[in-house]
Each structure stands twice: as structure tokens, then as C-alpha cells.
């Protein structure tokens, strides 16, 4: 969703004039986008500022404006600090370029938050469509990955989860008409986009009424997968509802353009802790959903999320985490530290009880017992030749140039959200090209470029 804010950002700040500088030392403009979801994020929003505040000590007439979900978490407190001009809501992004210039001409300071965030929301999703519309269709011109973009299909969320801060910054949740989206992805895909990413907290709950037709997640796909130009659909991110909704599954298995690639977290493998975060499924609810989906589109590659040590989480609790993972065989797991969000209910409820040392221990062995999978999983890519859309150099490449004669090492990613590292022209970048692996590592594969 940040990526998407960005993008979006940068493509209005490039239409009124603005040039992207390489180095913070050459902007007269400094916007940071901002994530609430974890304190830690949060404190390094603040690091930042601490050296813009340096910063403009020597340069009085640069700008720094933040936005995102903790220009809206901390509106005013934020605005006092000494490096910053301007503090926009995400659902306020439409005015960032006004509130950049009075900033830049008149010096002064200007705060755009909704006020309460619940109604505020509603009323202002007329004008954000339309940013999102005007916007939402330059892809690439922020630095991405070309040949790829996102496209938003939902805003905000109902569901409330306890330790969760999205429903209070990013409002109720609202689902954009098929026709908005479709519109839009049409304009990518003559651009050269070949992926698109359809995003929402919990996007397969889509569900948009049109007189007496509704349309669902499955029938976005479809209608997507018949414009032009788009070879790959990708969907995040998805909610392991009791109900979570076959025809997606079908919609996967029958049609090449949808990616054969779920990202579900489940959060915790005890049913006790999953009651407390008020997600409403049981450990074996979750794993039998897994199953499920696997026999519908056999491989399906899963990805997951965790969040450890939430308040209360014992041992036995953690136990059972352990084992979910060892039988949801995820192809990657994403795991986070219990971090306690102002104003959510866990942190009204509960002590954030857990010791920082038991965290991170379980962490380290939530993520240990997910590695030994993801290198088996790996290692069965062994001699296969596999598509790979490709993203520009890897990061290896970029620090260590080589030689004129030798291609560089380039990265991509499979359908299934494989990351494949290989050798070719960095011309490739945004293109389709097969790949045979010939090593592998849990989180990467390598090979060499198939030509012809
Ligand atoms: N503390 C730690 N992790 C969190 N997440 C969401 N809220 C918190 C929190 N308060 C994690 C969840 C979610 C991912 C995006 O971030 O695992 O899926
Ligand atoms: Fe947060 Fe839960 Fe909504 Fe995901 S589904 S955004 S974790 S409240």
C-alpha cells in the first residue's frame, strides 16, 4: 500500500514540475511515507528527521513533509517537530502538491489529517478515487521494478484484528468499482506493464454491488486477465476466512495469468492467541483451508505472516506457532515482534508481557524452522527451467559493477514469487525470460538465462 502511496505521490510531484534528486542533500523537497504497523518503523521516521533537522540547519528553505499512516497517527505532535513543514493523512495525499508549494513559497507549516478517521474517510474517497485514477497508471517512473505496478482494489479495513493500528489510519474499509480498476489497468498495460498487483487488506473479501450484480475477487481476476498486454495477476493480501471464497482458487487453476501464489498470514498457530487477536479461524480451520487450496491449484506457493510474542503468549503457545509452520510448508514466512500500537485494543487490554529477550528468541526460531522448508522447497527448482520476470540488477550488481565484456547479474521473480538471480542485459528489465536453476539457497534461486 506504501509502495502504491509513493508511486502515486511521485507521479503527481513529477506533473507539477518537481525532479527527483539521487541525494537528500540536493532536495529543496523532502517527503517521507510513513508505516505505522510496528513502533519500529515509526522510530526511524524519526532517526530520519533528527539528520533533516541537522540538515536544515545549513539549508532554512528545505521542506520536509510527511505523510502516511503516522502523519495521521500523530498529526499535531509531529508537525511541532522542528524539521517538519507539513504532515498529510494517506487519505489526504491528494493535496500534497498544494501543501508543497505554500510551504515552499510562504514558509509556513500546514497539517491535513482526517479528523476522525472513520467519517472523514467516507467523505473523501470521491476526491481520492480520482487522485488514484489520474495517478494510478504511471508505473514505473518512481524507481520501481518496470514492467510492474500495483493497483489498489480495497481501502482500509473492518476487520480489527487487537494488536492492529490500519483500521484507525487507513479508515473502513471500501472497495473500488471493477470498472475504476479495470480502467486503470487497461492505461498500465498500454504503458508496458505486464504484472499487476491487486491490493487490499483483505482482498479476497472484494465485493462490489452493482444494481443486482455483484461482483467478487474471482470476477476482477477475470475481467483483468482479458485486457491486453497483462500476462501476470498477483493478489495480496488474503484473509483465511472460513468462506475463503473457492472461485479464487478456481479462477487461479484456470487461467495462466493468474499467479499460482497466495500470501496468507495466519499470525499464530494457538488457537488461544488467535481468539485475543480476534481473527476469526482456529489453527485447524487455517490448515485445512491450506489443503484445500493446494487441491484446487496443486502448486500453489504460500507465503505467511507471524506475529510473536503477543501479550500472554506462552510457551505451549508458541509450541503450536512452531508447529502450523511445519505443516503449512510456506514458501516464506514474514516474522514479526509483538510491537504494542497506541489506541488498538490489545494495547488497551493487555501488558505488552513478553520479554524483548523471548521475542527475539522466538523469532530466531520461528524463522529457523521456516528456512529448513524454504531449502527444501528450493532445492526442488534443482535442473527446472522457470519464466522469470525480470526486475534490473540485483543488488550485488549495483555495489559491484563488472567488467564491460561480462553481463551483470540481474533478479526477478517466478509466478510463484520465486526470487531467481542470474547473469544477462539489463535490457531484460521488465521482460519475460526463462531461466534453468543450477544452485539454490532457501530464499533465492540461481541459474542461467535460457536463449531462444
Ligand atoms: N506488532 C507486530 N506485528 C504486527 N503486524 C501488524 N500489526 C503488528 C503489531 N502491532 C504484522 C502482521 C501483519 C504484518 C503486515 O505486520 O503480521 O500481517
Ligand atoms: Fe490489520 Fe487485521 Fe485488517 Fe490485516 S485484517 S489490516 S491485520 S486489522
Redesign the pocket.
Known amino acids: 500500500m506504501n509502495k502504491l502511496d509513493t508511486a502515486l505521490v511521485s507521479s503527481a510531484l513529477r506533473e507539477a514540475g518537481f525532479v527527483l534528486t539521487d541525494s537528500v542533500k540536493d532536495a529543496d523537497v523532502v517527503v517521507i511515507n510513513t508505516c505505522s504497523v510496528r513502533e519500529h518503523a515509526e522510530a526511524r521516521v524519526l532517526s530520519h528527521l533528527g539528520h533533516l533537522k541537522h540538515l536544515k540547519k545549513h539549508r532554512p528553505g528545505m521542506v520536509v513533509a510527511v505523510i502516511g499512516c503516522m502523519a495521521q497517527r500523530l498529526g499535531d505532535a509531529l508537525l511541532e517537530h522542528d524539521a517538519v513543514n507539513v504532515v498529510c493523512g494517506p487519505g489526504q495525499i491528494r493535496q500534497l502538491v498544494r501543501l508543497l508549494e505554500d510551504a515552499l513559497s510562504q514558509n509556513v507549516k500546514r497539517l491535513v489529517v482526517a479528523e476522525a478517521i472513520r467519517d472523514r474517510m467516507d467523505s473523501s474517497s470521491d476526491a481520492l478515487e480520482q487522485f488514484e485514477s489520474s495517478y494510478g497508471h504511471q508505473s514505473d517512473a518512481d524507481g520501481g521494478p518496470p514492467g510492474q505496478a500495483f493497483v489498489r482494489v480495497m481501502r482500509g479495513?473492518?476487520?480489527?484484528?487487537t494488536?492492529?493500528?490500519?483500521?484507525y489510519v487507513?479508515g473502513p474499509e471500501q472497495c473500488r468499482p471493477p470498472e475504476r480498476v479495470l480502467n486503470q489497468v487497461r492505461k498500465l498495460a498500454d504503458k508496458g506493464v505486464r504484472q499487476v498487483t491487486l491490493l487490499g487488506?483483505?482482498v479476497n473479501a472484494y465485493r462490489h454491488r452493482d444494481g443486482h450484480r455483484t461482483y467478487s475477487l474471482a470476477d476482477l481476476l477475470g475481467m483483468v486477465a482479458e485486457v491486453e498486454g497483462i500476462e501476470w495477476i498477483r493478489f495480496v493480501?488474503s484473509?483465511p476466512s472460513e468462506e475463503f471464497y473457492d472461485d479464487i482458487l478456481h479462477a487461479m487453476a484456470s487461467s495462466p495469468k493468474v499467479c499460482h501464489y497466495l500470501h496468507m498470514?495466519a499470525?499464530s498457530g494457538s488457537d488461544r492467541v488467535l481468539r485475543a487477536m480476534?481473527?476469526h479461524y482456529t489453527a485447524e480451520q487455517y490448515l485445512e483451508l491450506l489443503a484445500r487450496a493446494r487441491r484446487i491449484v496443486p502448486d500453489l506457493a504460500i507465503a505467511g505472516d507471524f506475529i510473536v510474542g503477543f501479550p500472554g503468549e506462552t510457551e505451549d503457545d508458541f509450541r503450536a506457532t512452531v508447529d502450523l509452520v511445519r505443516q503449512a510448508r510456506y514458501r516464506n514466512c514474514f516474522v514479526f515482534k509483538y510491537s504494542p500500537r497506541p489506541g488498538t485494543t490489545a494495547d488497551k487490554r493487555h501488558q505488552d508481557s513478553v520479554p524483548d529477550e523471548v521475542k527475539q528468541r522466538r523469532n530466531v526460531e520461528l524463522l529457523a524452522v521456516q528456512e529448513a522448508i524454504s531449502e527444501q522447497l528450493s532445492s526442488e527448482f534443482l535442473g527446472r527451467t522457470v519464466t522469470v520476470l525480470v526486475e534490473g540488477l540485483s543488488k550485488k550488481a549495483r555495489v559491484n559493477p563488472l567488467d564491460s565484456q561480462s553481463h551483470p547479474q540481474l533478479v526477478g521473480r517466478t509466478a510463484t514469487d520465486s526470487i531467481v538471480v542470474f547473469n544477462g542485459s539489463p535490457s531484460l528489465a521488465g521482460r519475460f525470460v526463462d531461466v534453468r536453476i543450477t544452485a539454490t539457497s532457501p530464499l533465492t534461486l540461481f541459474g542461467d538465462l535460457v536463449v531462444g
Do not use: A, E, G, H
Open positions: 479495513c473492518d476487520n480489527f484484528c494488536y492492529c493500528i490500519v483500521p487507513r487488506q483483505t493480501t484473509y498470514p499470525q480476534n481473527r
